[in-house]
């Protein structure tokens, strides 16, 4: 992948699942570390008691753990979704924001694991907050993660 953050932030806003949900990218680091995702409450995109549709918070999240692992390992590695479970803690009709990260160290551990040759399968947790910064929703995405072999590129 070798879109600046800018540009995949741009990429990302006209992505029509986000359009349709109401999903804004704000912030993409210019070292692709963190990305910041937001929602506001839309008449498209309420659940039938006017809060935000869960649907739409998880697809917030969704992809990005897998964008950042795809960007900082390289084509070296194959990233995939695996899991994904949410727990959604208090309904709410205020903005969400998630801030999605992932730590060089933790990049240089799952590159460690990886290299291996074995499959890797790692997991990372993520906090949805409303504008009074209460917690909406949590979210566990697992990862499968493994080196590719040399014949794959």
Known sequence: MKLSANTMKHLLNLYPPYIGAGIKVEHI???????TASMKVRWYNRN??????????YSMIDPHIMLIL???LGKEYWVWDSAAEI??????????????QVDDTEIERIKALANTGKKQFPEFHIAIIDSD????????K????????????
């Open 29 to 35: 680091s210019p070292n692709w570390n963190q990305i």
């Open 48 to 57: 039938a008691v006017g809060t935000h549709f869960g649907g739409s918070i």
């Open 70 to 72: 795809m960007k900082k």
């Open 87 to 100: 727990e959604f803690i208090k309904a709410t009709r205020k903005k969400i924001t998630a801030q999605i």
């Open 133 to 140: 910064n209460s917690l909406i929703a949590r979210v566990k």
């Open 142 to 153: 697992v990862l499968y993660v493994k080196k590719r072999p040399p014949s794959s590129e």
